[in-house]
């Protein structure tokens, strides 16, 4: 089993930032990708940005490209989204996830094992 915990989420007006952290604790994570989605009122939840065991290689989905920056701290077990340039269309609330699969599939919501209990972003017009 692996526990996730997301934090960092808040309150901030369209154009300012946010870091989120999520930290992993159980299971090892050794080989894993680590990926964030997120999920507004009424929509499905989607594939935001992830990053492979090294940290190597990142995947971002098109709203977050330029924006958004995924890194992880394999020693601390933890993985961050840096969000930039916020906009009120980010609101939803943020989850880490692990996939112990092919990275091939990093963007896929279904590949996932694990999940954490989510952080609520709100971005303010």
């Known amino acids: 089993q692996v526990q996730l915990v997301e934090t960092g989420g808040g309150l901030v007006q369209a154009g300012g930032s946010l870091r989120l952290s999520c930290a992993a604790s159980g299971h090892t994570l050794r080989g894993a990708s680590m990926g964030w989605f997120r999920q507004a009122p009424g929509k499905e939840r989607e594939f935001v940005a992830a990053?492979?065991?090294?940290?190597?290689?990142?995947y971002l989905a098109g709203s977050a490209k330029g924006r958004f920056t995924v890194s992880r701290d394999t020693a601390k077990n933890t993985v961050y989204l840096q969000m930039n340039s916020l906009k009120p269309e980010d609101t939803a609330v943020y989850y880490c996830a692990v996939d112990f699969g092919s990275w091939s599939s990093a963007g896929r919501v279904e590949e996932y094992e694990y999940w954490g209990q989510g952080t609520q972003v709100t971005v303010s017009s």
């Open positions: 990053i492979n065991w090294s940290g190597g290689s990142t």
